[in-house]
């Protein structure tokens, strides 16, 4: 089955160390995403890609970075200049391509650093 | 700007009992809508969207919503909960821009069952 997978599921990480979360995708999307989710939040839009070697900031990029040098893989790098790291972070991607198509996700990683 | 507004932070319903959750956006032309669920620790699943067309959308696992322009909403329906409903369940906005679009989240209902 397609999907998205993130790993890990839980990460633990010391205050000023930089740590990267997975994401990958098997649905052959050409966008995707990454959403921070805090506690009575709604998703808040970390980076987004549309394409290879493209990427874009979204609403809270500041200490975070991405890349994407392949079409499944958009890893995310949570450095220590983000200042409140600690939190739910989601992956996402769809077609767009095409009619319109909805995001579906990954079932996240919860990062805390300490 | 866009914005999206989940009224209610928490509903609780009695199992069996019908459901009503609101969603109120604010864009100045017809925007695309999405009702999603996640469940504790997890992701998020698409319960139902809409494009355009009927203004009535069915979804998955009974869910319903009614497009209504005149009150800028998009309120998500279910005749009789079960308890596996309980979960959070979040309303989205996006403004067309031909098949591409950025999203704006509601900050989420959370629905409680009561047996």
């Known amino acids: 089955d397609g999907g998205i997978t993130q790993s890990p599921k839980y990460l633990f990480r010391k205050e000023g160390q930089n740590v990267t979360l997975s994401c990958e995708q098997n649905?052959?999307?050409?966008?995707m995403y990454w959403y921070r989710q805090d506690p009575g939040q709604g998703l808040r839009l970390i980076y987004y890609?549309?394409?290879?070697?493209?990427?874009q900031k979204g609403d809270i990029a500041e200490g975070y970075s991405v890349s994407r040098e392949k079409k499944e893989s958009f890893p995310l790098t949570v450095t220590s200049a983000q200042k409140n790291p600690t939190a739910f972070y989601l992956c996402?991607?769809?077609?767009?391509?095409?009619?319109?198509?909805?995001?579906?996700f990954g079932n996240g990683t919860r990062l805390t650093v300490t | 700007a866009q914005s999206v507004t989940q009224p209610d932070i928490h509903i609780t319903v009695s199992e069996g009992a019908s459901l009503e959750l609101r969603c109120n956006y604010s864009y100045g032309a017809t925007p695309y809508l999405f009702w999603y669920v996640q469940s504790p620790g997890q992701g998020l699943q698409l319960l139902l969207k809409?494009?355009?067309?009927d203004t009535l959308v069915q979804g998955i696992k009974g869910f319903e919503a009614e497009f209504k322009r005149s009150q800028s909403s998009f309120n998500l329906r279910k005749p009789s909960v079960h308890w596996s409903d309980a979960a959070e369940y979040f309303c989205?906005?996006?403004?067309?821009?031909?098949?591409?679009?950025?999203?704006?989240w509601g900050a989420g209902t959370k629905l409680i069952i009561k047996p």
């Open positions: 996402a991607s769809r077609s767009s391509r095409g009619d319109v198509s909805p995001l579906h």
């Open positions: 649905l052959n999307h050409d966008a």
């Open positions: 989205a906005v996006g403004a067309p821009s031909g098949s591409n679009y950025q999203l704006i």
């Open positions: 809409y494009f355009s067309g």
């Open positions: 890609s549309q394409i290879v070697n493209d990427f």
